[in-house]
C-alpha cells in the first residue's frame, strides 16, 4: 500500500504540536455551557466541536451548518433539519461536514460473478457526528474518512487509486468477488470529545475545482442567495475535475489481468469527475450564547409563564424564536452583566413546543461576530415535597409536584417507579438511598433528600377530672397502619389502653401513616402520673423490626371561655377553666 502521509497540526492557543509532512490545523471552541463563576469571561459557542479546520495550503474551511437556501440547494452536505435557524441540540442534523468530495461512481460491468452492472464509490470526508446516533452534547466525534465499496467480478489482487492514498493490500486482494467484495472504511478520530485524532487521518491537503485534472485551483464560489458573504469550494451540485490531491486527482480501481473489470480487455476504470462540499471560514467568531434554560409553569387557574436565562456577551442582543404559541420574544438584560431572561405569559390552553431557539448576535462587534443559535428544552418544574423512610416498616415514600397542573405529565422516582396522583410508596426498602429524583416526561426533574421518619409521631395525652362524675383520659399518636399501639402507665393507676384507629384528625393526612387514638374513665380520686407510655408493635408484619415505645406528657386541658377588649377603658378580659 501507498498513502500519503498526512500527519496533521493542531494550534491550541499559541502552542504548536508538530507533525511531520502536510500540515492541517484546527481550532478548538469550549462546549456551550455555564460561564466560569469566577470570570466574566463565556465559554465562545461551537457545538463543542472546532471552528475550522485549515489545511497545509492556508485554506480554512469551518463546518457547513446550512441555512434554508443552503439546504434546498445542497450546498451543505447535512442530515436535513425540519426548521431554522439550526439550533443545538434539539434542532442539529446528526451528520455535517467541514470538507466532502465524492467521484461519480464507476459502473462496473456485468461479468463474472456480476450478474448485473455493479458499481464502485468512493468518499472522502471531515465529518461531524454523534457516537451514538442521535444528537446529544457531549458525544460529538470528529473523524476522517476515507471509504471505499467496489463489486468486483473475479477473484484476485486489486488497486485502488484515490487522491488521498493508493491502497493494494490484504483489503484488496478478493478470495470472494461479488457485491461490496471490497469494502474499506478508514474513519480516524472517533472517540467522543477528542479531536485531534482527525487531524491524523487521510484527509487533506482539501481538493479544489480545477478545468484540468491537477491543473490550478479555480476561484470560490459565491452566491448571496445562498447567504451573503459566504464562500464554497464549488457551486452546489457542480462536478469535474479537482487538484490537490497527494496521489493523483482520480479514482481508479485496476482489476488482476484478464479480469475485464472494465469491460472486454479492459482491466480498470476511473473517473476525474467530483463533486465537493466545503464552506470557506469566514474568520467571524460565533458571538458567545451559553447556558440557556427554558421552564414553565402552568397553574390550574390563572396566569401562567415561560421563563428563559442564558448567557452572552454584554453587547449582545438575544432573541427567543417563535415556536408553537410562543411569539418572537427579545430578551431582556442588566447591561454590563451579560445575563438575559424572558418571562413570558401563557394561558392554560397556550400550545407550548418541545424547545426554543434562543440567538444571540452582537452588532457592535459585526463583521467579526456571527449569530449563535441554541435550542434548550423546554421544561417544567418537578418539586420534590417529601422523601420519607419508615424504618419501622421498611417503606419509602414519595411526593413530588409539576408545574405543569394542567396537563400532568408523568413523574417517576429514579430506580423506583411511576407516581400516582403525585405519590409512591415504596415497600420492603433496607437500605434507602440518601437523596431520591424525580423526573418528569416533560423534562424536567427534582430532587430531595431522604428523611427518616419516627415510628411514633403526633403523640399527645389528655385528661379532663370533673369536679362531679368520672373523668377521661385520652392519647393519640400517629404510626403505621399495620402497627399495633397500646398505652401505659408506669405507675398502674391509669388502666391499659390498645388504641384503635382514631376518627380524629389530630394530624395532617398522610397515606403512608394510620392515626390511632384511645381513651379511658379516670374517677376523682385516681392518681395520674406525669408521662403515659405508647408503644408500638409491627412485628407481625416486620419480625426483624423491634417494638417501639416513646414517653408522652400527660396534660389536662385548657378552655379559654371569654376574651374581650375594652378599647375605652382598654382593658383586656380573658376567662378559662
Not at 434539539?90 to 465524492?102: G, I, K, L, M
Not at 478508514?186 to 479544489?208: E, H, Q, S
Not at 431572561?341 to 444571540?360: M, N, Y
Request: some cysteine.
Amino acid at each position: 500500500m501507498k498513502k500519503n502521509k498526512n500527519w496533521l497540526v493542531l494550534i491550541f492557543g499559541l502552542v504548536l504540536l508538530l507533525g511531520l509532512g502536510q500540515a492541517a490545523q484546527a481550532i478548538l471552541v469550549a462546549p456551550p455551557g455555564p460561564p466560569d463563576p469566577n470570570t466574566t469571561a463565556l465559554p465562545p459557542p461551537g457545538f463543542g466541536v472546532p471552528l475550522w479546520y485549515q489545511d497545509a495550503n492556508g485554506l480554512r474551511l469551518e463546518l457547513c451548518l446550512p441555512n434554508a437556501a443552503e439546504q434546498a440547494a445542497g450546498a451543505c452536505i447535512n442530515a436535513p433539519v425540519p426548521v431554522f435557524p439550526i439550533a443545538f441540540p434539539n434542532n442539529f442534523p446528526d451528520e455535517s461536514f467541514w470538507f466532502a468530495a465524492t467521484p461519480n461512481q464507476l459502473v462496473v460491468p456485468a461479468n463474472g460473478a456480476l450478474a448485473v452492472p455493479g458499481k464502485g464509490i468512493l468518499v472522502l470526508a471531515l465529518e461531524l457526528a454523534f457516537a451514538q446516533g442521535g444528537v446529544v452534547d457531549g458525544d460529538q466525534i470528529v473523524f476522517s474518512r476515507l471509504r471505499y465499496r467496489i463489486d468486483v467480478p473475479v477473484a484476485g489482487q486489486y488497486t485502488v487509486t484515490t487522491p488521498y492514498g493508493i491502497f493494494s493490500g490484504p483489503s484488496e486482494n478478493v478470495t470472494t468477488p461479488g457485491i461490496a467484495a471490497i469494502n474499506v472504511s478508514r474513519d480516524i478520530g472517533v472517540n467522543p470529545g477528542v479531536y485531534t485524532g482527525a487531524l491524523f487521518g487521510d484527509i487533506g491537503p482539501f481538493l479544489r475545482p480545477s478545468l484540468t485534472p491537477g491543473g490550478g485551483a479555480l476561484g470560490f464560489f459565491t452566491d448571496p442567495l445562498l447567504r451573503p458573504g459566504a464562500s464554497y469550494l464549488s457551486p452546489p451540485g457542480a462536478v469535474g475535475p479537482v487538484t490537490g490531491g497527494t496521489t493523483g486527482n482520480i479514482f481508479r480501481v485496476d482489476g488482476p489481468a484478464g479480469s475485464n473489470f472494465g469491460g472486454t480487455g479492459v482491466d480498470f476504470l476511473q473517473t476525474d469527475q467530483f463533486a465537493l462540499q466545503g464552506r470557506v471560514f469566514n474568520g467571524k467568531v460565533p458571538t458567545p450564547l451559553s447556558g440557556a434554560l427554558a421552564t414553565y409553569r402552568r397553574p390550574a387557574v390563572g396566569t401562567g409563564f415561560v421563563d428563559v436565562s442564558a448567557n452572552s456577551a454584554a453587547t449582545a442582543i438575544v432573541t427567543i424564536a417563535p415556536a408553537g404559541q410562543i411569539p418572537a420574544t427579545p430578551m431582556l438584560t442588566d447591561p454590563g452583566t451579560g445575563k438575559f431572561a424572558a418571562h413570558i405569559p401563557i394561558t392554560q390552553t397556550t400550545i407550548l413546543p418541545d424547545f426554543l431557539s434562543v440567538t444571540a448576535v452582537n452588532p457592535s462587534l459585526d463583521p467579526f461576530n456571527s449569530p449563535t443559535t441554541i435550542g434548550p428544552n423546554l421544561m417544567d418544574l418537578v418539586t420534590v415535597t417529601a422523601a420519607e423512610y419508615d424504618p419501622f416498616v421498611l417503606t419509602l415514600t414519595i411526593r413530588a409536584v409539576s408545574s405543569d397542573e394542567v396537563f400532568p405529565p408523568v413523574l417517576t422516582a429514579t430506580g423506583f417507579g411511576n407516581l400516582t396522583s403525585g405519590n409512591i410508596t415504596v415497600n420492603n426498602v433496607n437500605a434507602p438511598p440518601t437523596t431520591v429524583t424525580v423526573t418528569s416526561s416533560k423534562g424536567g426533574s427534582g430532587t430531595h433528600a431522604v428523611i427518616s421518619v419516627p415510628p411514633v409521631s403526633g403523640t399527645r395525652a389528655t385528661y379532663c377530672r370533673p369536679a362531679v362524675g368520672n373523668g377521661v383520659v385520652e392519647a393519640f399518636a400517629k404510626s403505621a397502619p399495620t402497627a399495633t399501639l397500646t398505652v401505659s402507665d408506669p405507675t398502674g393507676q391509669v388502666p391499659t389502653m390498645t388504641m384503635a384507629t382514631s376518627p380524629i384528625p389530630l394530624v395532617p393526612s398522610d397515606p403512608s401513616y394510620g392515626k390511632f387514638f384511645a381513651q379511658t374513665p379516670i374517677t376523682g380520686s385516681t392518681i395520674l402520673p406525669a408521662t403515659l407510655t405508647i408503644k408500638a408493635d409491627n412485628t407481625a408484619t416486620n419480625p426483624s423490626i423491634p417494638p417501639v415505645s416513646v414517653g408522652v406528657d400527660l396534660e389536662d386541658l385548657v378552655t379559654i371561655t371569654l376574651a374581650e377588649y375594652d378599647p375605652v377603658n382598654k382593658i383586656l378580659n380573658i376567662q378559662a377553666n
